[in-house]
């Protein structure tokens, strides 16, 4: 059973960081690519960043590029996302994501394994 964890949510100033930490158990992990959604509060789950399976390719929503990065420790079957100069409106929960399929991109669609959440508080 294909299960996710994540961890280091929590309350922050605006203009300071977090790092979310997602661990990945159940499966080969380095298959797999994987990433962050977020969900606000009244709004849709949207996309935040993915990596590919071996860490070549990443992607970022436009309202996080140059502000967050996504990584990955195969060996230790985990994915980070380093959230620097974080805005109010980064407020959400943060949801870890992998892809069903080996070798294909994470849509966030049905063939998406997804963590329980971690909440990120932004402070004015």
């Known amino acids: 059973q294909v299960q996710l964890v994540e961890s280091g949510g929590g309350l922050v100033q605006a203009g300071g960081s977090l790092r979310l930490s997602c661990a990945v158990s159940?499966?080969?992990?380095?298959?797999?690519?994987s990433g962050w959604f977020r969900q606000a509060p009244g709004k849709e789950r949207e996309f935040v960043a993915r990596?590919?399976?071996?860490?070549?390719?990443?992607s970022y929503a436009d309202s996080v590029k140059g502000r967050f990065t996504i990584s990955r420790d195969n060996a230790k079957n985990m994915v980070f996302l380093q959230m620097n100069s974080l805005k109010p409106e980064d407020t959400a929960v943060y949801y870890c994501?992998?892809?069903?399929?080996?070798?294909?991109?994470?849509?966030?669609?049905?063939?998406?394994?997804w963590g329980q959440g971690t909440q990120v508080t932004v402070s004015s």
């Open positions: 990596l590919s399976w071996n860490g070549g390719t990443t």
């Open positions: 994501a992998t892809s069903r399929t080996p070798f294909r991109s994470l849509s966030g669609a049905e063939d998406t394994y």
């Open positions: 159940g499966r080969t992990f380095s298959r797999y690519s």
